[in-house]
């Protein structure tokens, strides 16, 4: 008699576990995802693209595999790993870079990026304030230390030159806003830390 009861038990837990397999695949969709490594600011193709199934999730907002033709022609925001489902965030017009947006290449040392960083990974920029010889004089009436404070400007990383400048330096291209691309570029010799964010930018 325990036999035949554990042997019921097993047919329960069985048909309760296909059950839930059953619900589960029943909630997935056909989505886009990336099928070979795509550059920032590169077209789609139909070979950079393929449908894969997902579940859904009101959270998470993914291209169905069925828009795929809207997609073929556009181009990449950040750089795209094999894999990656596409999102709405990541495929920009056809023209490169996206309205309100510049491409800027800084050098940096060690210690003033993290080791690791690779391309489509979010960064902050600090920018320290400029300063010696064509410098802007601070306001009579602002503090030293609000002169002083670095400026703090969200980018995405597009690429990393570890061959570098030739001296030391690596080069690391950004995509930042417009607007910040006149304060990044007055940045002093050294005055450009880079420190990489959550990938929602916190």
């Known amino acids: 008699m325990p036999?035949?009861?554990?042997?019921?038990?097993?047919?329960?837990?069985?048909v309760l576990a296909y059950a839930y397999g059953a619900v589960a695949l029943g909630n997935r969709v056909q989505v886009l995802a990336v099928a070979r490594a795509v550059a920032a600011g590169q077209a789609f193709t139909a070979a950079d693209l393929r449908p894969v199934s997902a579940a859904q999730d009101a959270s998470v907002q993914l291209i169905p595999a069925a828009q795929a033709p809207q997609v073929?022609?556009?181009?990449?925001?950040?750089?795209?790993?094999?894999?990656?489902?596409?999102?709405?965030?990541?495929?920009?017009?056809?023209?490169f870079p996206p309205?309100?947006?510049?491409?800027a290449s800084v050098a940096v040392k060690p210690g003033q990026y993290p080791q690791g960083l690779?391309?489509?990974?979010?960064?902050?920029?600090?920018?320290?304030?400029?300063?010696?010889?064509?410098?802007?004089?601070?306001?009579?009436?602002?503090?030293t230390p609000a002169s002083s404070t670095p400026a703090r400007l969200p980018a995405v990383v597009l690429a990393v030159d570890l061959a570098g400048d030739g001296q030391g330096a690596t080069v690391i291209t950004l995509l930042l806003d417009a607007s910040d691309?006149?304060?990044?570029?007055?940045?002093?010799?050294?005055?450009?830390?880079?420190m990489q964010t959550a990938p929602d930018g916190s």
């Open 72 to 95: 073929i022609g556009r181009t990449a925001v950040v750089p795209l790993l094999p894999g990656t489902l596409l999102t709405p965030g990541v495929v920009g017009d056809a023209a």
């Open 99 to 103: 309205a309100g947006k510049v491409t």
């Open 3 to 14: 036999f035949v009861a554990l042997g019921g038990l097993l047919v329960i837990v069985c």
């Open 181 to 194: 691309a006149g304060r990044l570029a007055g940045a002093p010799a050294g005055g450009v830390v880079l």
């Open 118 to 143: 690779a391309a489509g990974a979010r960064v902050s920029v600090y920018v320290a304030a400029p300063t010696g010889v064509g410098a802007q004089p601070a306001p009579a009436a602002s503090s």
